[in-house]
């Protein structure tokens, strides 16, 4: 008997230890299913170290965390789950009890959401909270600051850094930052897109004491008819911009500093927006951006200047291509070859490779996740380029070739130069990169021969680009 009592009772001490290994391990709970029909029901019910798994479909509701630890994901992603808030005049998604960084909202479509008499955030409300947010779209919301997300603080003493990861904000709008805004908070953001937001005052982000580190995200076609289409820094914000894209943003320019504001940008590119300070970059009131390894180029009207400086502020511009010229160590001047149609790559022979600063490079990614430095150093701009080899350098001659009959090469010179490249591809291909070098050299002798001739068949500019690209081929195969 004592025997048994003994077994009996190691029983029951294994099975309360299996009960608080489970406990501590958590919780899953899904919605809907029965006593949770819905989000918030589920979030009541648990406690900090559970989950939240919320099956494909839309949910009329809007949720607050109540300052639990918990994991809120979807099992189909943003594509198939929606939290709309369409009707209940509030943020959808609500952190106001200190949550931190075990508080994750994960795989969500966050919609619907109106936060104009509630002040902040339509889509996402931070107040003094720091949870963390993956794959997330935050798209259709409204407030009066943070139309897709607000994060900030009242007390000085209280903090707000959320982590905001792979998400998308658009068609977001507000007052003050239609995609995002932050208040004296400094979230980290990355591998974000902000499109199609609008607000008077940062179209795609509005910073206000804040210093946000924002990282391989892009910021295109949103608007403020005010300050900073794509993002408006105001008092004291020093946000960390790096491998970005600005573009196509419209009414008032890429970026916008104000009121003491100095970010530090580097490797961003900043095209095709339009504004009336600047469609580049404005910096005013006591605001001195670093900016380093960008690209300012064809922004606003084929005249304007591409960074602009107001009341007593400066930008330090170093080893940026900066269109119409900016004074700095490394600054050029030069078309980039974008490859164009909205592409912000860059094309083979760009002098923004290898032409940028490497002692600055932190982010060891560009914007396309590639290694950062690939070449003889860093380039400008968001994108690194991809070496070229010696069959991608002479596929770009041909292109190149063929790009320019009619402009700055006669139909019959085309036919000379295609069938010269056309035999140093034969020659690669079949191993001969001597026969190669030799077609080059014949190459750039008949381009000196003509170009020396009277009735010119191609134009110096051209043939000068041809020679450079024969020579760098040649340098290529190691001649």
Known sequence: MTGRRNLKMWLTICSFLLALVSTAAGTTLYVPSAPYPTIQAAINAVVSGDQIEVAPGTYNEAINFLGKGIRLYSSGGPAGTTIDATGLNSSVVTCNSFEGANTILQGFTVTGGNAVEGYAGGGMSNEASSPTVINCTFSGNQATVGGGMANYIWEATDSCNPTVTNCTFSGNTAVAGGGMCNIGSSP?????????NSAPYGGGMWNFDASPT???????????DTRGSGMHNEYLSNP?????????????????????SSPTVTNCTFSNNTGFYSSGMYNDYRSHPTVTNCILWGNGSSSQVQIVNGF????????????YAYAGTGNIDEDPLFVGGGDYRLQEGSPCINA????????????????????????????????????????????????QVGLGIDAEMEVSLLAKVDAAI?????????????????????VNQVEAQTDKKIMPDVAAKIIDRANAIITALGG
Request: proline residues 2%; negative net charge; hydrophobic residues 35%.
């Open 240 to 260: 960390t911009v790096t491998n970005c894209t600005f573009t196509s943003n419209t009414g008032s320019g890429g970026m916008l500093n104000y009121d003491n």
């Open 356 to 403: 940028g600063d490497d002692s600055v490079v932190v982010v060891t990614t560009d914007l396309d996740g590639n290694p950062r430095i690939q070449g003889l150093c860093v380039d400008m701009g968001a994108f690194e380029a991809t070496p070229a080899t010696p069959e991608t350098m002479l596929a770009g001659l041909r292109a190149y070739i063929v790009e």
């Open 312 to 323: 007593e502020s400066t930008a330090a511009v170093t080893y940026s291509d900066v269109q």
């Open 214 to 224: 924002v990282t391989n995200c892009t910021f295109s076609s949103n608007t403020s």
């Open 426 to 446: 034969s020659a690669l291909n079949r191993g001969n990169t001597n026969d190669v070098k030799v077609v080059m050299n014949d190459l750039k002798a008949l």
């Open 188 to 196: 980290t953001v990355t591998n974000c897109t902000f499109s199609g």
